[in-house]
């Protein structure tokens, strides 16, 4: 069992940033691929970053890569997502999301444990 806490969400002007971490406890965080997915209103949940359990794989959605990197920090058991250049489009719920294997994966039913959610607004 993985318990998966968020935070770092909040509100920002557009072309600003934001850094959400995900922090993980219960059995072993490391052995776990990591994901980062977003849900907006009236959306369906939608893939955002991935990560190998190493950390030496990412692989983005289109819509965010250039702007947003996905990294770990397996001694502190924790996953984060550095947002940069934020758009009003990118506001969502984001949750973070993890593997019972290794690999990474793109799809919500890939994943096995969730966060509750933490709020992203990015104003115009």
């Known amino acids: 069992q993985v318990q998966l806490v968020e935070s770092g969400g909040g509100l920002v002007q557009a072309g600003g940033s934001l850094r959400l971490s995900c922090a993980a406890s219960g059995r072993a965080f490391s052995r776990n691929a990591m994901g980062w997915f977003r849900e907006a209103p009236g959306k369906v949940r939608e893939f955002v970053a991935t990560i190998t359990w190493s950390g030496s794989t990412t692989y983005y959605a289109d819509s965010v890569n250039g702007r947003f990197i996905i990294s770990r920090d397996n001694v502190k058991n924790t996953a984060y997502l550095q947002m940069s250049s934020l758009k009003p489009e990118d506001t969502a719920v984001y949750y973070c999301?993890?593997?019972?294997?290794?690999?990474?994966?793109?799809?919500?039913?890939?994943?096995?444990?969730w966060g509750q959610g933490t709020q992203v607004t990015v104003s115009s």
């Open positions: 999301a993890a593997r019972s294997i290794a690999l990474p994966g793109s799809r919500p039913e890939q994943y096995d444990y």
